[in-house]
């Protein structure tokens, strides 16, 4: 009997032993199991979130390029069109300049044109030595040579600004007057003379009284006697004029 009893102790023993075993390896495995499936959860995790990472960097990136792109686009864009700009007022400006030093000169520039009235030889009318010379929509009542020079018109337009400058310094106001008028009539000798030489002396003449006549408003207008306006109204018909009679003196 005892060794009966001793022999089933043992191998309850062994049976308790066995399943204490079975038990903990059993647990070491659910940890190891656990442990693994954790560890894989955070490596997915972590490969979600580095991937997601390089999708919004590859995403930023390609947006900063495309702004990048339109700017640089926009930034061309612009230089061509101020450059064009650039061109276009040069060249109008290029184009200005040549037409009223060529107005000036031949008296083509609207709305007053200057000229010069056609030699004569001979007593045979010759053709204007310059084209625009002279008004060819004169009315046919203007029979006189200067009722076409066109010079004469402005002379005559600035005898009108030098009055209504209304100059209240009288030595200046009758030397502006006087040398307005010399102006005009001096253009009517040019026109009326025959020769070349005495068209010259006469042109000659009268550029010089217009250079007086404009001189003596200004002086009037630094003085305080006479508007700034009305100076500057006779500066411009003078320059205009000044370069009618300098190449009609010539």
Not at 45 to 65: E, I, K, N, T
Not at 168 to 188: G, H, I, T
């Amino acid at each position: 009997m005892d060794g009966t009893f001793a022999f089933a102790l043992a191998v309850a023993v062994v049976v308790v032993v066995a399943v204490v075993v079975a038990v903990a390896v059993a647990v070491a495995v659910a940890v190891v199991v656990a442990v693994v499936v954790a560890v894989a959860v955070v490596v997915a995790v972590a490969v979600a979130v580095v991937v997601a990472v390089v999708v919004a960097v590859v995403v930023a990136v390609a947006v900063v390029v495309v702004v990048v792109v339109v700017v640089a686009v926009g930034v061309a864009v612009a230089v061509v069109v101020v450059v064009a700009v650039a061109v276009v007022v040069a060249v109008a400006v290029g184009v200005l300049a040549v037409w009223q030093r060529q107005g000036s000169a031949l008296g083509s520039v609207p709305p007053v044109r200057a000229g010069i009235a056609p030699p004569r030889r001979r007593g045979v009318t010759l053709p204007a030595r310059w084209r625009g010379m002279t008004d060819p929509k004169a009315p046919p009542q203007f029979l006189l040579p200067h009722h076409k020079l066109i010079a004469y018109q402005v002379a005559v337009e600035l005898l009108h600004a030098v009055r209504a400058a209304h100059v209240r310094d009288a030595k200046l106001r009758d030397e502006a007057v006087r040398a307005a008028k010399s102006v005009c009539m001096n253009c009517a000798e040019g026109a009326g003379r025959i020769t070349r030489a005495d068209k010259a002396r006469a042109f000659a003449i009268a550029r010089g009284e217009a250079v007086e006549a404009v001189a003596a408003v200004e002086i009037a207008a630094h003085m305080g006697d006479a508007p700034v306006e009305a100076a500057t109204r006779c500066v411009a018909i003078g320059h205009r004029l000044v370069g009618l009679l300098t190449r009609l003196a010539r």
